[in-house]
């Protein structure tokens, strides 16, 4: 299961691209609110959450993802509870991705040492202890995928698929929606 959290404010497009990539390729996902079942994002798109974030059951979880969007990145680093759910994860080598303003968070709970990360540009020198990558709309290093932007969500919903199935499943996601 890949857990896809959402807080309000968060970017739609960082969540809901990677969401249907991954699902087109046969992988279980969980839109997961903080709160609530409904969730609205930074431009008013309102999405019903399939889970809240008690219901993450991380003996089930493939992978953790946070979505960017500067408010909703704001609403994650606020919550104790996601940042216990984050680390939890990491200490159990569950992989982590993040895209946008997300990685920050990773850097400021200390996860991104020494790994390869990108993020909004500009925010670079909030990835504390990462090998900063600024050419990449999706970077991967070990158990780790983070993600530019927005106008980056096929990118780094791609490395989702391959980093979780393979390249030949990405590759033929990428083939069916007709990117690239």
């Known amino acids: 299961m890949v857990y896809i959290l959402l807080a309000p404010g968060f970017e739609e497009a960082e969540a809901l691209v990677p969401a249907d990539l991954l699902r087109r390729a046969g992988i279980e996902v969980a839109l997961t609110a903080l709160e609530g079942e409904e969730v609205t994002g930074g431009h008013q798109i309102t999405v019903r959450a399939d889970l809240s974030l008690d219901q993450v059951d991380l003996d089930r979880a493939d992978m953790v993802v946070l979505p960017g969007g500067g408010v909703g990145v704001r609403n994650l680093g606020r919550s104790a509870a996601v ?64 993600g530019r932007a927005a106008g980056s969500a096929f990118d780094f919903g791609l490395k989702l698929v391959e980093v979780l199935s393979s390249t030949d499943k990405a590759r033929e996601v990428r083939h069916a929606v007709h990117y690239g």
């Open 83 to 146: 940042e216990g759910l984050v680390r939890e994860a990491a200490a159990r080598n569950i992989p982590l991705a993040a895209i946008c303003a997300a990685p920050t968070l990773l850097g400021r709970w200390g996860l991104l040492e020494g790994k390869r990360a990108v993020c909004y540009p500009g925010m670079e020198d909030q990835l504390t202890g990462a090998r900063v990558c600024r050419d990449s709309g999706a970077v991967e290093d070990v158990r780790l995928v983070t």
